[in-house]
């Protein structure tokens, strides 16, 4: 199996800052990773694909970079509405595979 | 606009069975693979299976030969029926739609449900 590996696992941050997070991946996987965001409660949402493509309606804040084995989500300003769960996901193979999560809290 | 919408959680004994369902609206389901995901409470997210559009499907080692997956298209909706179940099968149970039709499983998930709690506790 394909193992995601996440960091930070949490991240304090204060709204304006410009936030990083990290994924790697255990072997390559081209390009074939999302990015989710998921608040407490709520199913996770979609926000980057193929590594690098914002979906619809996602704020372009978000931006999303990497190849092959390493990967980042990056928000260029951070929103009070972006404090949340951020999970990156694997798709090039089976069984897809998650990270553990990175929680954006507020600082 | 594209919906999912799970039913059929409850808690239930370990060596039961429940069956979830996902009724979707708002795209042509036919054309579309579809995933459940679960979230053991605190915990992350894990894929547990993929029903491709014209009918094949993937299981983790994890469920495999206990879960199966399958839909009716005139109905919208997919179902996972789930046998044998464990205590480690608690979780929320999520369905998920692949962001493309005709996908053969190497898709971002677009649209996710809200879930449904499965418990498995005697």
């Known amino acids: 199996d394909i193992q995601m590996t996440q960091s930070p696992s949490t991240l304090s941050a204060s709204v304006g800052d410009r936030v990083t997070i990290t994924c790697r991946a255990s072997?390559?996987?081209?390009?074939?990773l999302a990015w989710y965001q998921q608040k407490p409660g709520k199913a996770p949402k979609l926000l980057i694909y193929?590594?690098?493509t914002l979906q619809s309606g996602v704020p372009s804040r978000f931006s999303g970079s990497g190849s092959r084995t390493e990967f980042t989500l990056t928000i260029s300003s951070l929103q009070p509405d972006d404090f949340a769960t951020y999970y990156c996901?694997?798709?090039?193979?089976?069984?897809?595979?998650f990270g553990q999560g990175t929680k954006v809290e507020i600082k | 606009q594209v919906q999912l919408m799970e039913s059929g959680g409850g808690v239930v004994q370990p060596g039961g069975s429940l069956r979830l369902s996902c009724a979707t609206s708002?795209?042509?389901?036919?054309?579309?693979?579809m995933h459940w995901v679960r979230q053991a409470p605190g915990k992350g997210l894990e894929w547990v299976a993929f029903?491709?559009?014209?009918?094949?499907?993937k299981f983790p080692d994890s469920v495999k030969g206990r879960f199966a997956i399958s839909r009716d298209n005139s109905k919208n909706t997919v179902y996972l029926q789930m046998n044998s179940l464990r205590t480690e099968d608690t979780a929320m149970y999520y369905c998920a739609k692949e962001g493309a039709q005709y996908s053969h499983g190497y898709e971002a998930f677009d649209v996710w449900g809200q879930g449904t709690m499965v418990t498995v506790s005697s």
């Open positions: 193929k590594a690098s």
């Open positions: 708002g795209f042509t389901f036919s054309n579309y693979g």
């Open positions: 996901q694997q798709y090039n193979g089976y069984p897809q595979t």
């Open positions: 029903l491709q559009y014209d009918g094949s499907n």
């Open positions: 072997q390559s996987i081209s390009t074939w």
